[in-house]
């Protein structure tokens, strides 16, 4: 794990290029290391993310039984104890700063009959659980946990679970995604039908375990259900975990604003319910390209060419909101640095990422000289068909994509931008500040704000 410094200092670019693999996808990994953990026999997954959200979910499957191994060539190895197997862990489960990782555990447990405690950092600490136990208490789990349904919380997994037919109130796929995960030891068919598609990785994921799925979409209300049988017996596999595309859009934006840049951005996931930020930069002008599209371990995969041009603003409407919810806070450089003005509408789950993150934008991009509004749950953004000034301290509320968006926006800031703490990026990016760097941007643990650094980047 690379020392990522708690402040760091983006300066101008002059130059950003190259061909670049960003690390796997962190959605993906915590769903390859479950099922894994779910499977009987040997589950081998290469590309899995080594960040620390990924690897507190491989430390609490460890804890629940399961064998998480790293070999020497990076590859990641999972023996399984089969559905319904997990173990009482001898101690409280902390999943860090993961949200997807807490929800989704919470799944697995509620299907197992013994009780865990588990908890997180100060961030996680404070968001919402209320929307995975309400689903996992009809499931037959019991629950005990702060005020507000949040952590820490102790789980007691039910002994005999019912199967249920649950509408999402909202479009998360943590919360189908957990409903899923225990319906997989609930004996018949549970079904979860959600309004409007949210990503579908582990629906495609159970689907190559062999776990027996159906979905249906409505036609006249474009909701999804999604059937699964419950308590089959699945066997390990080979898993590869593709780029991440919310980590490469960091990399597109720099490239779309820099003057000169361009990257190709290799093996990128480019699930259509993950491509939200893709065609919204597309449709606001980008330069962005698809190429080699293929299929791996059930997702498409494509290596994505994005070169610099100007940008327009739009309006992005919430329908698409699901299919791009933590690229808002690069989408809101994008925006600051377009011709125009950029509406983004439907943000109300932003309130509730690892930071009140409508906050954390419209006070960032405020700092460093941007016009920006905030009504309701829509972002307004008005560009000035260039960046802002920046010279700013930015606070990043421990929220790896607000350190890292206005990390890329001081690449093209007149005045350096600094995030006041940027260790929270170790949680889904390791390697950002050096990949980026070694693409040309010039990021560093400088201390001064307003002078060039002297000499070498972190
Ligand atoms: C995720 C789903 C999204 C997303 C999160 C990862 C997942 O959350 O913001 O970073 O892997 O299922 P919601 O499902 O709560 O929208």
Redesign the pocket.
């Given at each position: 794990m690379p020392n990522m410094s708690a402040r760091l200092t983006s300066f101008r670019t002059d130059v950003f290029g190259g061909t670049l693999r960003v690390p796997g996808d962190?959605?993906i990994s915590?769903r390859a290391l479950m099922l894994g953990a779910m499977a009987v026999g040997e589950t081998t997954i290469t590309g899995l993310l080594e960040g620390e959200d990924v690897l507190h979910t491989a430390a609490a499957l460890r804890a629940l039984g399961a064998a998480v191994m790293r070999d020497a060539s990076g590859c990641w190895r999972v023996l399984g104890r089969g559905i319904g197997g997990l173990v009482e862990p001898a101690d409280v489960l902390d999943m860090g700063n993961a949200?997807?990782g807490a929800r989704l555990l919470l799944g697995l447990l509620a299907t197992h009959p013994f009780t865990s405690v588990v908890t997180g950092d100060a961030s996680l600490r404070t968001r919402p659980m209320q929307r995975v136990m309400e689903p996992l208490r009809r499931i037959g789990a019991r629950f005990l946990s702060r005020a507000g349904g949040r952590l820490p919380l102790a789980v007691a997994g039910t002994a005999s679970p019912v199967p249920i037919v649950y509408t999402l109130p909202v479009?998360?796929?943590?919360?189908k995604?957990a409903v899923l995960l225990a319906a997989l030891n609930t004996p018949g068919a549970t079904t979860v039908i959600e309004p409007a598609p949210?990503?579908d990785?582990t629906e495609r994921m159970l689907q190559e375990f062999g776990v027996t799925m159906r979905a249906e979409t409505d036609p006249a209300t474009g909701a999804k259900s999604i059937t699964l049988i419950g308590q089959p017996e699945i066997s390990g596999r080979a898993v590869s975990v593709p780029a991440d595309p919310s980590s490469a859009a960091l990399a597109a934006v720099a490239a779309l604003l820099v003057p000169g840049g361009g990257v190709t951005l290799t093996g990128v996931g480019v699930n259509p319910l993950r491509y939200g930020v893709y065609e919204t930069l597309r449709e606001m002008g980008g330069s962005v390209e698809k190429h080699h599209e293929r299929m791996e371990s059930g997702e498409p995969v494509a290596d994505i060419v994005i070169r610099h041009g100007a940008l327009t603003g739009i309006d992005v409407p919430a329908a698409r909101a699901?299919a791009m919810?933590?690229e808002y806070p690069v989408l809101a450089i994008a925006a600051a640095c377009a011709h125009g003005i950029t509406r983004l509408h439907g943000l109300a789950?932003l309130r509730v990422?690892e930071s009140d993150r409508l906050v954390a934008i419209a006070r960032g991009l405020s700092a460093c000289g941007g016009q920006v509004a905030v009504e309701g749950d829509t972002l307004i953004i008005h560009g000035s068909g260039g960046p802002p000034p920046g010279g700013a301290r930015v606070v990043s509320a421990f929220d790896h994509r607000i350190a890292m968006a206005f990390l890329v926006l001081g690449m093209v800031t007149g005045a350096p931008v600094t995030v006041d703490d940027a260790q929270a990026i170790a949680t889904s990016f390791p390697g950002f500040v050096s990949l980026m760097n070694d693409a040309g941007a010039r990021i560093g643990n400088h201390e001064g704000e307003d002078s060039e650094p002297s000499s070498v980047f972190c």
């Open positions: 962190k959605s915590h949200g997807t479009a998360s796929a943590q919360v995604s949210s990503r990785h699901p919810i933590d789950e990422k």
